[in-house]
């Protein structure tokens, strides 16, 4: 299930992480020099494989309209280390 958050508090990656275990994510950054810092305002929470599309979906829609976006997270299918995270960077051209 894809979950629309639009939250307005800045949050760090590690407090998402923790809030959203074994999800994937998107968060909106203000600037692109504050994408490395790992921290945003969270959009919205992908729970499973089954809403990933939905989540790419979003995020194509959110860099159309000119949003700095992170992709991040993990529905830790499998559980071996390093794999199915997805860290994406998304800018407009």
């Known amino acids: 299930m894809l979950k629309i958050l639009n939250e307005k508090v800045l949050k760090t990656d590690e407090e998402i992480r923790t809030l959203y275990k074994d999800c994937k994510y998107i968060y909106l950054v203000d600037s692109y020099e504050k994408a490395i810092d790992d921290e945003g305002y969270l959009y919205c929470v992908s729970t499973s494989n089954d809403s990933y599309m939905e989540l790419i979906d979003k ?4 860099e159309h309209n000119g949003k700095i976006c992170v992709l991040r997270g993990s529905y830790n299918n499998g559980g071996a280390v390093g794999v199915q995270y997805d860290y994406t960077y998304c800018k407009s051209i």
């Open 59 to 62: 995020r194509d829609r959110l």
